[in-house]
């Protein structure tokens, strides 16, 4: 912060814990993070976020800390055979297991739990998969962060039409559940949300090759670009 010259007091800032693994399998790192930049720092704990996919023990744990980042929760199915085929997690804290923490969590004034929801083409972007999710959430103070799909090298799924996402919204709006859809940035380069891990499989892969084809041409010098000359 201080290289970026960022002034706490006379600009809008936000910090979010995600992207760089699970949060909450680091823990107390994590808190000791959060802790420094709020006492240490002065940054505001209420213009921190913490995205988690779903670890209720942790869950259950951070609504306990008296210093804390405001929580989400990437959701992404409504049902528990959906979300077990998209997040595996989902077969250790199923969908009622983690509702059942999220209601639990004690929110402060003016707060909102996050849902993420990445929108996947024809997997869980139906009107009857935000049906269902309107009654996942019915009752609780929750928003839901729509997340268009950002394609990467490798995957075999696509992202949603603009009017799909339209669609899923105003079903959720019509519910007053507040939905917003969030915008995709860095696209062009592969630096947009969920791009970068394609990447760097792809590059992995790419290695893997490089290496393999290495490792033929020790063994077979007249080989062309490791494959054997027959």
Known sequence: LQDQQVKLDGERLNLVFMGQGEPFLNYD???RAVRLLVQGVGVSQMRMTVSTAGIVPRIRDLGREPVRPKLA?????????????LMPINRKWNLDSLLSAARDFPLRRRERLTFEYVLLRDVNDTLEHAREMVNRLAGMRAKVNLIPFNPFPGTGY???SPETIDRFRDQLMAAQINAITRKTRGEKIDAACGQLVG???????????????????????DSIDGKTKN
């Open 29 to 31: 790192n994590f808190m």
């Open 73 to 85: 929760i990437s959701l992404n199915a409504p049902h528990d055979e959906l979300r077990d085929r």
């Open 158 to 160: 696509k992202r949603s």
């Open 199 to 221: 990447q760097v499989i792809d590059r992995t892969r790419r290695s893997a090759r490089i290496r393999q084809n290495a490792e033929t041409k020790k063994q077979y010098p």
